[in-house]
C-alpha cells in the first residue's frame, strides 16, 4: 500500500510561507510528477512527505494514518536524492544492503532483496564493484537499488537525474518508468524537467509559489490546460501565446497555438505570414522561429524535417483553429 494525502498542508520558514494550504491525494501505486520552476516548492513538498521537513500546519496521511509528526524512518518511504550519496570503499552490494544492516534484517533476507533489486535494475554483474568503477548510470541505479530492498510503501525521487547527460537522461528515464511497471509501488518524483514529466508520468501536479495550479494526466494538461501558465509550461516548445485583436478573432483575451498545431504554407496562403528567423533542423522536425506575424515576437513553428526554408523567409501560416487555446482577462481556460 503507498496512498498520501495531504489535508490544508501548510510551510513557512519564519514569517515567510513557502506552501499555502495544500490539499492533495496520491493514490496507491501512482507515478505522481511534482514539476514546476526553480523554487516553486516541489522539493519543499516532497520533503514534507518524507518528513526531512516539518509541517507547519496541517496533516500528512499515509495509507490511513496520520504520518504528520513520525520521523523518516517509520513512515515506510524510500527516498532517492540527486546525489548518489554511495559510500566509496563500500562495493555495490554493501551499498544496497547497507539500510537493511542498520534496520537489523537477517542475512538471508539481504541477500533475497539485493539479488532481487540488482536483477530488476541490471546490476548483477556489478555487484562486486565499487561506485568509483561505475558509470552516472550505473550509480544512479545502485541508489534506487538500496531504496528498493527497503521494501517501501512509496518511492520518493529528488531530481534524480539532474546529474546525468542527455543520453543517460533519457536511458534512466524509461529505467525508472519500467521499474514503476514491474514494481507497482507508489513512486513521487521531482523534476524542473517538463519533458520527464510528460512522458513518466501518470499524474502531473504543476506547482507555483507552493500553490498547486493543476493536477490531471500528461494529455489532460497538454490539452486543456487550466490557465495560462500551465499552457506555457507544459510542451516543448511551448505554447505561443498572443492577445490583441487577434485573439479577439478566437472570442478570447489571450490565445495560445502550439507548435505542432501550425501548418507552414506560402505566404499567399497563409492566415497569418511571417518571416523566417532562426531555423532548428532535428531530423524528423524543424522547429521556425517566426518574427514579424503581428502575434508576438516570436511564433515557434514545428514542420516536417524535409520542409525548407531559410532564414529572412517570408512565409504563411494556418493555425488549427479548433487546437487554438482561449483565456480570459484573469488568465483562466475559456471552455
Known amino acids: 500500500m503507498g496512498r498520501i494525502t ?10 515567510v510561507e513557502v506552501i499555502p494550504p495544500l490539499d492533495l491525494e ?3 501505486g501512482e507515478f505522481v510528477v511534482f514539476v514546476g520552476p526553480s523554487g516553486c516548492g516541489k522539493s519543499t513538498l516532497l520533503r514534507l ?7 507547519t500546519s496541517g496533516q500528512i496521511n499515509i495509507d490511513g494514518q496520520d504520518a504528520t509528526d513520525l520521523p523518516p524512518a517509520k513512515r515506510s518511504l524510500a527516498m532517492v536524492f540527486q546525489s548518489y550519496a554511495l559510500y566509496p570503499h563500500m562495493s555495490v552490494r554493501k551499498n544496497i544492503a547497507f539500510p537493511m544492516r542498520m534496520a537489523g534484517v537477517p542475512d538471508d533476507e539481504q541477500k533475497r532483496r539485493i539479488e532481487a533489486a540488482a536483477k530488476a535494475l541490471n ?12 558509470s552516472g548510470g550505473q550509480r544512479q541505479r545502485v541508489a534506487i ?11 520518493l525521487f529528488d531530481e534524480p537525474l539532474s546529474n546525468l547527460d542527455a543520453a543517460l537522461r533519457v536511458g534512466m528515464r524509461l529505467e525508472i518508468s ?3 511497471k514491474r514494481l507497482e509501488t507508489t513512486m513521487v518524483y521531482v523534476t524542473h524537467d517538463q519533458v520527464e514529466a510528460m512522458t513518466m508520468a501518470d499524474k502531473i501536479v504543476v506547482l507555483r509559489a507552493g500553490n498547486i495550479e493543476q493536477v490531471g494526466s500528461p ?30 478573432k478566437f472570442g478570447a483575451h489571450t490565445a495560445g497555438v502550439r507548435p505542432e498545431h501550425i501548418e507552414v504554407v506560402s505566404p499567399e496562403e497563409g492566415y497569418w505570414t511571417g518571416t523566417v528567423g532562426v531555423a532548428e533542423h532535428l531530423g524528423s522536425d524543424t522547429f521556425f522561429h517566426i518574427h514579424e506575424t503581428g502575434l508576438a515576437e516570436t511564433i515557434t513553428v514545428r ?13 504563411g501560416l494556418n493555425p488549427r483553429t479548433d487546437l487554438v487555446h482561449k483565456f480570459d482577462e484573469q488568465g483562466l481556460r475559456v471552455q
Open 178 to 180: 519500467e521499474l514503476h
Open 123 to 134: 546490476l548483477t554483474d556489478y555487484l562486486d564493484r565499487r561506485p568509483g568503477q561505475l
Open 26 to 28: 496520491i493514490e496507491d
Open 6 to 15: 495531504l489535508e490544508k498542508v501548510t510551510k513557512s520558514f519564519g514569517d
Open 219 to 248: 494529455l489532460e494538461l497538454y490539452k486543456a490546460p487550466r490557465n495560462l501558465f500551465v499552457a506555457g509550461f507544459i510542451g516543448s516548445p511551448t505554447m505561443n501565446i498572443f492577445d490583441g485583436a487577434e485573439a479577439a
Open 303 to 315: 514542420a516536417p524535417g524535409d520542409v525548407a526554408y531559410n532564414h529572412g523567409d517570408k512565409i
Open 145 to 155: 537499488g538500496r531504496a528498493i530492498v527497503r521494501e517501501p510503501a512509496a518511492f
Open 49 to 55: 512527505i518524507a518528513g526531512l521537513e516539518d509541517v
